[in-house]
C-alpha cells in the first residue's frame, strides 16, 4: 500500500566480465639493492678564522670606565686582553660616583670580576658580557652616554644625570610628585 504511485529503480545488471583475482602478498620483504650513498666531508679548517681587530671613530663620545669601582680591575693575559678602555672626563663630580650605583650592581660586577680573574688564572679566556659600551643617547648636561655605568637612569620619560646635584632618591621624589 505504501508504494503505490511510486515506481521502482530499474534492476541493476551485474558485470560483463567478472573481477580479477586477488593479489598475494610474499611472506618476507624483498630486498632491494642501492648502490651507497657517500657523503664527503669538508675540510677541517679550525683555527683558521682571521680576527679582525676593533676600530673606534674619533668623533664618538667617550664612554664612561670603571674609575668608580672599589676594586680595581684585573690585568689579563694578552691573549685574554679586551679592547682597551675609555677614560672618563675630568668634569665629572667624584662624589657623585658610589652614591648613583646600587650596590646589588655594584656587588654584581665584583663577582663578575671575580669569575674572570678565576677564569683567567685557570688558563680560560673570560666570560663574554652583553654590555654596551657606546650608548648613542648623550646627555646634555655632562656630555657622557646616558646608561647605567655613567650614572643615568630614565623614570617616567625623564633622565636623571649624576651632574644634577640631586641624589637619585630626591629625583625619584620630584618625577613622582609631577
Not at 558485470?15 to 624483498?30: C, G, I
Request: glycine fraction near 4%.
Amino acid at each position: 500500500m505504501l508504494l503505490q504511485g511510486t515506481e521502482l529503480p530499474k534492476q541493476l545488471y551485474l558485470a560483463k566480465e567478472s573481477l580479477p583475482e586477488a593479489r598475494t602478498l610474499p611472506d618476507a620483504p624483498a630486498l632491494h639493492r642501492h648502490e651507497a650513498m657517500v657523503f664527503e666531508e669538508p675540510a677541517n679548517q679550525e683555527g683558521e678564522a682571521f680576527i679582525r681587530k676593533r676600530v673606534y671613530p674619533p668623533d664618538l663620545p667617550v664612554p664612561y670606565s670603571n674609575q668608580c669601582m672599589p676594586n680595581p680591575q684585573f690585568q689579563t693575559p694578552s691573549q685574554f686582553r679586551p679592547p682597551p678602555q675609555f677614560q672618563a672626563p675630568d668634569n665629572l663630580p667624584p662624589q657623585t660616583c658610589p652614591s648613583t650605583q646600587p650596590r646589588q650592581r655594584t656587588w654584581r660586577r665584583q663577582k663578575a670580576a671575580q669569575e674572570d680573574e678565576e677564569r683567567v688564572a685557570r688558563g680560560e679566556p673570560p666570560r663574554k658580557r652583553l654590555a654596551k659600551d657606546i650608548y648613542h643617547y648623550v646627555c646634555k648636561q655632562c656630555g657622557l652616554a646616558k646608561n647605567k655605568t655613567t650614572g643615568h637612569t630614565q623614570l617616567k620619560g625623564r633622565w636623571y644625570c649624576p651632574a644634577s646635584g640631586l641624589s637619585i632618591a630626591q629625583w625619584r621624589e620630584d618625577v613622582q610628585g609631577l
